[in-house]
């Protein structure tokens, strides 16, 4: 079609994605972790993150089982313990106590908290759809908790410091990166094409 | 809680999310893009993309109207046009014309593939999830085009060349980031916590 470009395929070349650890109670009352890499925000009002789950993980037995979750954002920094979330599979090892995390029970939610992650958020289940591969699970947020360090008085100002993972999934293998430098402010770069029209 | 930890309500903490730019052709047949910061993958098998769109948009008329779209991935460098997209409204403007974009019908889908963007997957409706002030539509992957430049025979290798927006609507403002440094492989990193248990 274009000259200089090239139909990869069926391929959802979409980049970065974030990378979220979603964590649950699983039938025992065990607290589990899981690495995502399919997931995001998809309402502001009420503010509801989705993420996305195949049937056979034990997180999804414990989303439908307790309709709660808590969503965590590493720091880049902690890419390897994300790694490890999401290869190691909580039916068999506590994660948590492997990677040297600990958790308490969400102050609104039914699900761990993590205190390593420079964020968490609580979730409670409100839709699922029934993608293929995967089961798509709206949460709507009703808490997120953040390290003060990376606070300021309206919420997080220090992203940069905070380092979140973006994350690519590419055919030779997923690659985690660290932010980079800034690219501008939004509903800002944008108004010198506004004004020109 | 947690010591060191503050809960800032209700706000969905995902960072970083990608920027994508839906392109459609509205009622009139005129080809339209518009920028969302709340979108990702969703499924990967059928490859899915999910993407929020509020009613209100012209895109949203289009996408329900058409059921078929594209989805755009912007490199940093044209973090204005994305921001632009953003702000400005197909119902009364042709952003691709005021932008200096040009696109074609895609080859799979009754939308418009854009040239400048890096990355353009063509996209065909297959859900649709009223969340609140956004809905979710996901849409089938069954294309994607990308420049020749960030590809090798599995696809896309060269993804710090490419360096699509990481962005982080943050409560002072949105910003949009440029890709930092690796912070390791997936199913790689984590391995040694894996083999320590």
């Given at each position: 079609m274009f000259e200089g470009k090239r139909d990869v395929g069926a391929v959802a070349s979409v980049f970065p994605t974030p990378?979220?650890?979603?964590?649950?109670?699983?039938?025992?009352?065990?607290?589990?972790?899981?690495?995502?890499?399919?997931?995001?925000?998809?309402?502001?009002?009420?503010p509801s993150v989705q993420i996305s789950v195949r049937p056979s993980r034990h997180t999804h037995a414990a989303i439908i089982e307790r309709r709660e979750f808590t969503v965590s954002i590493p720091a880049s920094s902690q890419a390897d313990i994300a790694d490890y979330c999401g290869m190691a599979s909580g039916k068999n090892v506590d994660k948590l106590a492997a990677a040297g995390l600990d958790s308490i029970r969400g102050?609104?939610?039914?699900?761990?908290v993590v205190r390593q992650f420079p964020i968490c958020m609580e979730c409670r289940l409100t839709h699922r759809l029934e993608v293929g591969s995967?089961?798509?699970?709206?949460?709507?947020?009703?808490?997120?908790?953040i390290d003060e360090k990376y606070l300021d008085d309206?919420?997080?100002?220090?992203?940069?410091?905070?380092?979140?993972?973006?994350?690519?999934?590419?055919?030779?293998?997923?690659?985690?990166?660290?932010?980079?430098q800034s690219a501008g402010k939004s509903?800002?770069?944008?108004?010198?094409l506004l004004d020109k029209r």
């Open positions: 990378i979220a650890l979603c964590g649950t109670y699983d039938s025992a009352g065990k607290a589990n972790l899981a690495t995502l890499a399919w997931a995001g925000v998809c309402c502001s009002e009420p102050k609104f939610v039914n699900a761990p995967h089961d798509l699970f709206v949460g709507e947020v009703l808490a997120s908790w309206l919420g997080v100002s220090d992203l940069l410091s905070l380092s979140p993972i973006a994350y690519a999934q590419l055919p030779g293998g997923g690659c985690y990166y660290a932010i980079g509903f800002s770069i944008g108004k010198t």
